[in-house]
């Protein structure tokens, strides 16, 4: 279950996938997989060995990409990894908004 974002939020999100971007969402999330868990950075692109090659410069895999029919395919982005990809694409503005900071 996703929270904590607007739908103006969501519709950028999707507008910068629209356009060839990477762009990524911070949201709240609950998931009974992930006790621990409770924020997932969607990293999203419309051209998936874009978005492959993306995420590997920082260890995702192409296996990991969720492959969504409706063109919004992205990872998701949990935990340690979340926050470092986060600060490495200087998004410190996600970090604050769900206080992220003091856990990197």
């Excluded at 507008?15 to 609950?30: M, P, S, V």
């Excluded at 260890?59 to 979340?82: A, P």
Aim: hydrophobic residues 35%; charged residues 30%.
């Amino acid at each position: 279950m996703a929270f904590g974002i607007s739908r103006k939020e969501l519709l950028q999100w999707k507008r910068d996938i629209d356009q060839g971007k990477i762009a990524l969402l911070t949201h709240y999330w609950l998931d009974d997989r992930f006790p621990d868990v409770n924020t997932v950075t969607k990293a999203g692109c419309k051209d998936i060995q874009m978005l492959s090659e993306w995420g590997k410069q920082y260890g995702l895999k192409e296996e990991w990409i969720h492959h969504r029919k409706d063109g919004y395919s992205h990872f998701d982005l949990l935990g340690e990894k979340q926050l470092e990809i986060l600060f490495k694409e200087g998004l410190e503005d996600q970090l604050k908004s769900f206080s992220l900071l003091h856990k990197s």
